[in-house]
């Protein structure tokens, strides 16, 4: 993809998604600093890094690898803003605003996939 990886639809919705998730975990309580707040923070950068390595990876394996590992991310940041709303640190509004976006960006992690599969199938038609 000869693109810059920040034209892409589905970097910058995952940019915001990061965002979003930052200030909900800004109000959490400060015991859980170091728990759900940091496992919410890291997996949210999680699916943005691998949506921006996977589209930049020459190796169409790697590509997906990428875009796989993004898409499992985004699974677990789901469940992670579950147990947020279940222990009440953030709102069901809240709730409802990033869950979705994430399902927004893993329905263009889905696309993306299959964009990837497509034109890695034309490829090796050509050769």
Known sequence: MDRDYTELVIWREGRQLVNLAYILTANFPKEELLALTSHI???????????????????????????????????KLETQFHLALDQHYISKEDFEIINKKILLCKKLVSGFINYKLIENEKFRTII
């Open 41 to 75: 923070r890291r997996m949210v950068t999680s699916v943005s890094f691998n949506i921006t390595e996977g589209s930049r990876r020459q190796a169409s394996e790697d590509t997906l690898q990428c875009l796989h590992t993004a898409g499992k991310s985004l699974y």
